[in-house]
């Protein structure tokens, strides 16, 4: 089992729709939950992170976690054609040092 | 602003060649990262450095190895590269213990590596 894993899409919405990408992870030692964003040959970006249970929001983008489940996601609201890229999930590993690991990320394709 | 920069944007090296990539940030990051990136596979944790002269294996470490001489300074170094190795390499870095205030990994801008 992939340590974090992701639906590799494409995820295609229309413009104005909510976008629900999804992320489980493996290890039940993890402590912070990070979303990234990949535009076509760019580096990944960050989007948002969260630590704790629930919803985080900060505009249109709100991330939910449920360690019990071992899932994180991200909502978009009202999506634009500049919200297609890819997006990464990333938790950090066991060990206490912060050591990233990523899902193979889900490509989000918004048409007008 | 944090800078995480790599020393190529490009490269195409010869089968066989020794190859060394580097990475510099200026962030006093204890923590830095190799990462590649495949279509389909997302990014793969080659090496990963939690201090000077301190290293750990990733996910794919063979046919790669790391030197952390200074702390702002992370090579990946391809022994012999190989077709196969052809991708992109994207180093990172972040603070050792997650802050609240700046969690997160900072990227470079990536090398696209080409081996012929």
């Known amino acids: 089992q992939k340590e974090v894993e992701q639906n590799s899409g494409p995820l295609s919405v229309p413009e104005g729709a909510i976008a629900s990408l999804n992320c489980t992870y493996s290890d039940r030692g993890s402590q912070s939950f990070f979303w990234y964003r990949q535009y076509s040959g760019k580096s990944p970006e960050l989007i948002m992170f969260i630590y704790s249970n629930g919803d985080k929001e900060d505009g249109r983008f709100t991330a939910q976690l449920n360690k019990a489940s071992q899932y994180v996601s991200l909502l978009i609201r009202d999506s634009q054609p500049s919200d297609s890229a890819t997006y990464l999930c990333a938790v950090n590993g066991i060990g206490g040092y912060n050591k990233l690991i990523f899902g193979a990320g889900t490509r989000l394709a918004v048409h007008p | 602003d944090v800078k995480v920069t790599q020393s190529s944007r490009y490269l195409v090296k010869r089968t066989g060649e020794k190859v060394f990539l580097e990475c510099v940030q200026d962030m006093d990051h204890e923590n830095m990262f190799w990462y590649r990136q495949d279509p389909g596979l997302g990014l793969r944790l080659i090496y990963f450095s939690y201090d000077v002269k301190m290293k750990e294996k990733g996910d794919i470490p063979e046919g790669y190895s790391v030197s952390r001489e200074k702390k702002e300074r992370f090579s990946l170094i391809l022994e012999s590269a190989s077709t196969n190795q052809t991708s992109m390499y994207l180093c990172?870095?972040?603070?050792?213990?997650?802050?609240?205030?700046?969690?997160?990994?900072?990227f470079g801008q990536g090398t696209r590596l080409t081996v012929v």
């Open positions: 990172a870095s972040s603070f050792r213990r997650s802050r609240a205030r700046e969690p997160e990994a900072f």
